[in-house]
């Protein structure tokens, strides 16, 4: 029998587990947001205590978050079919999986320990290359450089909040000098929920906690002029196209969500921003 792999308690690598194990289990409803087997698979691979999560609302939340971003690279890959998907602390995310177009360049970027634990998951060919290093360290940018054309789409889905500002700011910089008019979309917690993570329904369970607080993704555009906000929402108020798509029971419990206004949601942005 296999070993069953392990991932450090303690680190913020940890904190891949919840959006993972959030789409393991939304796979196994009757009528899912999306669909992810291979997220089950690698759950029932990782030797860790992923029942601590059950049952939080936040599991649901980052299931929307992966579909609104889906659906982004997925708009994406439409007008530009050969364009290339760079995932910023990919995680054991499955994106490629659950949407590549067989003829798109993927990279997927994450610390090294967790480029590690997603080569015994994924293998790399020739459209899909994992990348060990820290997206800080804007080194990597010169790796995507040279093994792809664009253009290019950056989803830095639920790692940024993770970084310190200034370090936030060194990639977005680093991302539009080096791949000017490049997509990226991103997610900020704002300043109520930075200060209350304690509290997190997930995040408490982990110890990785959030550093960047930001009110929403137009702030980060205007940290560079020329930048354009294409799209900024809440997860309780998806897009339509879709919100639309979505079983039932989530449309309704979404419009409940948007009726109740809680600070928790509403400081909660998805954004997707087109660099200069
Ligand atoms: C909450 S998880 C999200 C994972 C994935 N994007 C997803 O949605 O499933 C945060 C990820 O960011 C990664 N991360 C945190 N700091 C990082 C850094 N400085 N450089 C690269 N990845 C980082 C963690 O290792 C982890 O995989």
């Known amino acids: 029998m296999t070993a069953r792999r392990e991932v450090s308690p303690g680190t913020v690598q940890e904190t891949l587990l919840i959006p993972l194990y959030g789409r393991a289990v939304e796979n ?3 009528e899912p947001a999306l669909h992810d087997p291979r997220a089950e698979e690698i759950v029932a691979a990782i030797d860790y205590d992923f029942t601590r999560f059950d049952g939080l609302p936040s599991l649901v939340g980052s299931v929307l978050r992966t579909a609104l971003f889906d659906h982004w690279v997925s708009e994406f890959l439409t007008g530009s ?61 010169e790796t995507i450089a040279a093994g792809s054309t664009g253009p290019y789409f950056f989803a830095a889905e639920a790692v940024l909040p993770f970084l310190t500002e200034d370090d936030v ?47 929403g993704p137009a702030d980060v555009a205007a940290w560079l002029p020329g930048t ?4 900024s929402c809440t997860i309780a108020a998806l897009p339509s196209p879709l919100r639309d798509r979505l079983p039932g029971p989530y449309q309704e419990m979404l419009s409940g969500l948007a009726r109740q ?11 997707l921003l087109r660099l200069p």
Not at 171 to 189: C, H, K, W, Y
Not at 228 to 231: G, R, S
Not at 261 to 271: F, N, S
């Open 28 to 30: 196994r409803k009757p």
């Open 169 to 215: 700011r060194g990639v977005v910089d680093g991302i539009a000098e080096r791949f000017p008019g490049s997509l990226l979309a991103l997610d900020t917690a704002g300043p109520g929920i930075v200060g209350a993570q304690d509290e997190h329904d997930a995040l408490s369970k982990v110890e990785a906690r959030m550093r960047w607080a930001c009110a």
């Open 261 to 271: 206004r809680l600070p928790q949601v509403e400081e909660y942005r998805l954004g």
């Open 81 to 141: 079919p050969e364009g290339t998907v760079v995932e910023l602390g990919a995680g054991l995310n499955t994106r490629h999986e659950r949407i590549d177009n067989g003829r798109a360049r993927w990279f997927e970027l994450d610390l090294p320990d967790v480029a590690d634990l997603r080569r015994s998951f994924f293998a790399d060919t020739a459209r899909r290359t994992s990348i060990a290093a820290s997206v800080t360290d804007l080194s990597w940018a």
């Open 228 to 231: 354009e906000v294409l799209a």
